[in-house]
């Protein structure tokens, strides 16, 4: 490995080898299922160093895999053997508060971001757990709290940097190198490696938000709440609809700690004022038994749950895009989802409606533009001893919800064996991605991901 031996010198980064004292912590990533032994780590902090890892690469004829906020359920971050590109300590980020513009590297959080962006009284629509990195839930989409306000993570993207298989380097927007612009927006990483992200603001500083539990007799009738109301609710307001084992807390009453809730995950960005007439439809829909809805500060929100999601709980998730929430879709819901088996394993409905419908469905490469909800069975739970009977669970569910669901999923919550659904995945947008991946990356060096071949010959 002469190029990759030589590394260290060329570099500003940490090169980390097999047998090197960190090798073991700095391999893992966020799914404890994932337990890989990559040939070397490169743990960049400028695109200096990502151009010459790639050409080291390349030149070695390793495989590439490229680590951001490291969440990837399947563990697309690390590979067997690969030369892992780990981004993690490239997150400078710089706020343009004149023209509500960000920049920020593909190694920050939604944690850094918003904290960055929250001090100008800004923000954009991340995921709903701050420790996620920027870089994969912008490329494969972006479902967050704010998408029904502003649109998806990456309706918000304005240009992107990247390093191409040959360790060229680019620029992507509207105007420059339009086709890979249009294919970094939900075509997740199969282009290059993002080292730059700048995105467009909105004035969101402090919410009202929290869960509110229900219980699980009522679903049905929360559920038939919540569909309708999320139609044509004010675009202010986002609800997340979820299954719940009560954790520990106290705003949940002491004898029900460990029962089975559903619940609704609300969050207001409009006046403070005229938050308790927005949620009156969603918390009349039943009897609260618990909730802990109040203004919070945007980051606050953003991270309520990261306590209960900490590094390396077991990951196997399944995804879903649906339309209005049938009696059929309903029923099914209710065979498996009060069955949820770890107080960490949900079912989530997010809405993808509001803004995120007022983008052309060829606008960008996210292929299900159209649909209401992206749906997510996300099994995690701290023993592996359980892994059997948990991916049981979520087996089981998806199929039960399949049939009443579009053919594809949310890229960015598949797993590892979705691949045989990667067509159905990128849905409108495979056959120009496939075409794009061909220009940008023949050889699939970008591979590890849910990942769109090139055309051969």
Same mark, same amino acid.
């Given at each position: 490995?002469g190029d990759v031996a030589e590394l260290p010198s060329r570099v500003r980064g940490e090169v980390v080898f097999p047998g090197d004292v960190r090798y073991d912590e700095v391999?893992?990533?966020?799914? #404890?299922?994932?337990?890989?032994? /990559?040939?070397?780590?490169?743990?960049?902090?400028?695109?200096?160093?990502?151009?010459?890892?790639?050409?080291?690469?390349?030149?070695?004829?390793?495989?590439?895999?490229?680590?951001?906020?490291?969440?990837?359920?399947?563990?697309?971050?690390?590979?067997?053997?690969?030369?892992?590109?780990?981004?993690?300590?490239?997150?400078? %980020?710089?706020?343009? /508060?004149?023209?509500?513009?960000?920049?920020?590297? #593909?190694?920050?959080?939604?944690?850094? $971001?918003?904290?960055?962006?929250?001090?100008?009284?800004?923000?954009?629509?991340?995921?709903?757990?701050?420790?996620?990195?920027?870089?994969?839930?912008? *490329?494969?989409?972006?479902?967050?709290?704010?998408?029904?306000?502003?649109?998806?993570?990456?309706?918000?993207l304005l240009s992107a940097d990247v390093v191409l298989s040959d360790g060229s380097f680019v620029t992507a927007r509207e105007d420059v190198n339009q086709d890979l612009f249009?294919?970094?927006?939900?075509?997740?990483?199969?282009?290059?490696?993002?080292?730059? =992200?700048?995105?467009?603001?909105?004035?969101?500083?402090?919410?009202?938000?929290?869960?509110?539990?229900?219980?699980?007799?009522?679903?049905?009738?929360?559920?038939?709440?919540?569909?309708?109301?999320?139609?044509?609710?004010?675009?202010? *307001?986002?609800?997340?609809?979820?299954?719940?084992?009560?954790?520990?807390?106290?705003?949940?009453?002491?004898?029900?700690?460990?029962?089975?809730?559903?619940?609704?995950?609300?969050?207001?960005? #409009?006046?403070?004022?005229?938050?308790?007439?927005?949620?009156?439809?969603?918390?009349?829909?039943?009897?609260?038994?618990?909730? =802990?809805?109040?203004?919070?500060? $945007?980051?606050?929100?953003?991270? *309520? =749950?990261?306590?209960?999601?900490?590094?390396?709980?077991?990951?196997?998730?399944?995804?879903? =895009?649906?339309?209005?929430?049938?009696?059929?879709?309903?029923?099914?819901?209710?065979?498996?989802?009060?069955?949820?088996?770890?107080?960490?394993?949900?079912?989530?409905? $997010?809405?993808?409606?509001?803004?995120?419908?007022?983008?052309?469905?060829?606008?960008?490469?996210?292929?299900?533009?159209?649909?209401? $909800?992206?749906?997510? %069975?996300?099994?995690?739970?701290?023993?592996?001893?359980?892994?059997?009977?948990?991916?049981?669970?979520?087996?089981?569910?998806?199929?039960?919800?399949?049939?009443?669901?579009?053919?594809?999923?949310?890229?960015?919550?598949?797993?590892?064996?979705?691949?045989?659904?990667?067509?159905?995945?990128?849905?409108?947008?495979?056959?120009?991605?496939?075409?794009?991946?061909?220009?940008?990356?023949?050889?699939?060096?970008?591979?590890?991901?849910?990942?769109?071949?090139?055309?051969?010959?």
């Open positions: 490995m391999r893992k990533v966020y799914n #404890g299922m994932i337990d890989k032994r /990559p040939a070397v780590i490169v743990q960049c902090t400028s695109v200096a160093d990502v151009i010459a890892a790639v050409k080291a690469a390349r030149a070695e004829g390793l495989n590439l895999s490229v680590r951001g906020g490291g969440h990837s359920v399947p563990g697309f971050g690390t590979a067997d053997g690969a030369m892992v590109l780990d981004l993690n300590r490239m997150k400078g %980020i710089r706020v343009d /508060p004149a023209t509500n513009t960000v920049r920020a590297e #593909g190694g920050c959080t939604w944690g850094d $971001y918003n904290h960055a962006t929250h001090a100008f009284g800004l923000a954009s629509t991340g995921g709903v757990v701050s420790t996620t990195g920027i870089a994969g839930l912008t *490329l494969g989409g972006g479902i967050g709290y704010l998408c029904r306000s502003s649109g998806l993570a990456l309706d918000n249009w294919a970094l927006r939900g075509g997740g990483g199969n282009f290059g490696v993002v080292t730059n =992200f700048e995105f467009r603001l909105h004035a969101v500083k402090d919410v009202v938000g929290g869960p509110m539990f229900f219980e699980v007799e009522d679903a049905p009738d929360v559920m038939r709440a919540f569909d309708h109301y999320m139609t044509d609710a004010p675009r202010q *307001l986002y609800a997340v609809f979820a299954w719940q084992i009560a954790p520990p807390l106290p705003f949940i009453p002491e004898d029900r700690h460990g029962d089975t809730f559903c619940a609704l995950v609300v969050c207001w960005i #409009g006046p403070p004022d005229q938050a308790e007439k927005a949620l009156s439809p969603l918390r009349g829909a039943a009897k609260v038994v618990a909730q =802990f809805v109040g203004p919070m500060p $945007y980051p606050a929100m953003n991270s *309520l =749950f990261d306590v209960l999601y900490p590094p390396g709980l077991q990951h196997y998730w399944k995804p879903a =895009f649906s339309g209005e929430l049938t009696d059929e879709i309903i029923e099914a819901h209710m065979a498996h989802g009060p069955k949820v088996p770890a107080v960490q394993s949900t079912m989530h409905l $997010y809405p993808i409606n509001g803004a995120v419908h007022d983008v052309a469905p060829d606008a960008t490469a996210f292929g299900h533009r159209n649909a209401k $909800y992206g749906t997510v %069975i996300a099994g995690m739970w701290p023993d592996p001893a359980q892994n059997e009977a948990n991916i049981r669970w979520v087996r089981d569910y998806y199929r039960a919800i399949a049939p009443h669901s579009e053919e594809g999923g949310y890229i960015n919550f598949a797993s590892g064996d979705d691949m045989d659904r990667v067509r159905a995945n990128y849905g409108r947008s495979y056959d120009r991605l496939v075409e794009i991946k061909t220009k940008y990356d023949p050889d699939n060096v970008f591979r590890f991901n849910q990942n769109v071949a090139p055309r051969q010959g």
